[in-house]
């Protein structure tokens, strides 16, 4: 059975601070994995990883892909409050279909 | 400005009722998906579409019935069948089956009353 696992589920961490968001998969004909930010309403595209090794950074945000180990990271460091959010996960397959993991919620306490 | 509509932003429904979700797209995209979130439970997809006039089911499709009669418009119905229907649904879209960014819309949050 496909399926895409995320750790932790929530995480609390303090302004300043840098965490690592883990995402973990097994999906049959992978395509891509993909990142978003969900605060309130509709996830917001972050990321789309498709290669190993190479990682994708966009200002204090960067993620990388290990194929071969079947995990994907998301980094953020200096977190400021406005980090506060879900972070999804999704992986992709060659027929389009997305898998999405459960979510990391993340609080950035001032 | 292009995106993703979704009508209502709130929903309420009698139980018995069937009740349909509207899913507008004006970027030309090929694909587009309904997903329903519960909380713990991440998204899961409810049906999909990667052309006009045909459709196929996702993992809940229970319940659920949909129509992409044209390819700006992919309208979720939630059926009486469907046994827990609150739930926040989201509608996304991606330009077609060879490009995997995925866009949402803002959702849908149906309550069964």
């Known amino acids: 059975e496909d399926k895409v696992v995320q750790s932790p589920l929530s995480l609390v961490v303090h302004e300043g601070d840098t965490v690592t968001l883990n995402c973990s998969y097994e999906v049959t004909n992978f395509r891509s994995l993909l990142w978003y930010k969900q605060e309130k309403k509709a996830p917001t595209f972050l990321f789309m990883l498709?290669?190993?090794?190479i990682e994708k950074k966009s200002g204090r945000l960067s993620s990388i892909l290990d194929k071969k180990e079947l995990f994907s990271i998301l980094n953020i460091t200096a977190t400021q409050t406005g980090d506060s959010a879900v972070y999804l996960c999704?992986?992709?397959?060659?027929?389009?279909?997305?898998?999405f993991g459960t979510g990391t919620s993340l609080t950035v306490i001032p | 400005d292009g995106g993703i509509t979704q009508s209502p932003k709130y929903l309420f429904r009698k139980e018995g009722q069937n009740v349909t979700l509207s899913c507008e797209q004006n970027l030309n995209h090929d694909a587009m998906y309904w997903y329903r979130q519960d909380p713990g439970q991440g998204l899961r997809l409810i049906y999909y579409s990667q052309i006009v006039n045909d459709f196929q089911k996702g993992d809940i499709a229970e319940g659920y019935s949909v129509s992409r009669e044209k390819k700006e418009s992919f309208p979720l119905t939630v059926t009486s069948a469907q046994k827990n229907p609150t739930a926040f649904y989201l509608c996304?879209?991606?330009?077609?089956?060879?490009?995997?960014?995925?866009?949402f819309g803002q959702g849908t949050r149906l309550t069964v009353v």
């Open positions: 999704a992986v992709t397959n060659t027929g389009n279909q997305f898998y």
């Open positions: 498709t290669s190993s090794g």
């Open positions: 996304a879209s991606s330009i077609n089956r060879l490009v995997t960014e995925a866009f």
